[in-house]
T-cell receptor, first 118, second 110 residues
Framework: EVQLLESGGGLVQPGGSLRLSCVASGFTLSSTAMSWVRHAPGKGLEWVSAISASGTNTYYVDSVRGRFTISRDNSENTVWLQMDSLRAEDTAIYYCAKEYSAWSFDYWGPGVLVSVFS | QSVLTQPPSVSAAPGQKVTISCSGSSSNIEGNYVSWYQQIPGTAPKLLIYENNKRPSGIPDRFSGSKSGTSATLGITGLQTGDEADYHC???????????FGGGTKLTVL
């Protein structure tokens, strides 16, 4: 059974940092690209970042580029999202998602809450 | 403001059919595949439709997807109370170079 489990969320002040982890099981992580998607209160889903299967290529939405860093270790079945210089507008539930076919995700983790407040 | 436009809410009675629209542009929906997700409040999104009209294993054929030009549509027949959820469309925008989602549509089964 495919499972994704995020951790590392919490409350942080503006300018602070958090590191989210996503542990994968039930499939070969090294075979698939992975993404982080967030859902802010009262807004639609927003794709945040993606990493290729090998980890060679990374992608970011403009609003987080230069502040967030995505990485992975396929031997540890883990994907990370390092979030620095956090802002109030980064407050959201963050989901780890497994790439499926073109522009779709077939599995999502339960999500982790990141709350940035002063 | 989402790049893809969905109606905020739709409603229908049990057993009826409902459609949810997703409107975009030539830089996103028209040239790329569309996916649809169901999200029950408090849970993660679930893939319902990919590549415009394909259903993953385990998704009943009550759910269907279509695309025409710059718009896509999710159809749900034989509505059940368990279908009450938020529905999101997704595609890729070749001008913005990002994956984009609609604002989500809340389905109420009266």
């Amino acid at each position: 059974e495919v499972q994704l489990l995020e951790s590392g969320g919490g409350l942080v002040q503006p300018g602070g940092s958090l590191r989210l982890s996503c542990v994968a099981s039930g499939f070969t992580l090294s075979s698939t690209a992975m993404s982080w998607v967030r859902h802010a209160p009262g807004k639609g889903l927003e794709w945040v970042s993606a990493i290729s299967a090998s980890g060679t290529n990374t992608y970011y939405v403009d609003s987080v580029r230069g502040r967030f860093t995505i990485s992975r270790d396929n031997s540890e079945n883990t994907v990370w999202l390092q979030m620095d210089s956090l802002r109030a507008e980064d407050t959201a539930i963050y989901y780890c998602a497994k790439e499926y076919s073109a522009w779709s995700f077939d599995y999502w983790g339960p999500g982790v809450l990141v709350s940035v407040f002063s | 403001q989402s790049v893809l436009t969905q109606p905020p809410s739709v409603s229908a009675a049990p057993g009826q059919k409902v459609t949810i629209s997703c409107s975009g542009s030539s830089s996103n929906i028209e040239g790329n595949y569309v996916s649809w997700y169901q999200q029950i409040p408090g849970t993660a999104p679930k893939l319902l439709i990919y590549e415009n009209n394909k259903r993953p294993s385990g998704i009943p054929d009550r759910f269907s997807g279509s695309k025409s030009g710059t718009s896509a549509t999710l159809g749900i027949t034989g509505l059940q109370t368990g279908d009450e959820a938020d529905y999101h469309c997704e595609t890729y925008d070749t001008t913005l170079n990002v994956r984009v989602f609609g604002g989500g549509t809340k389905l109420t089964v009266l």
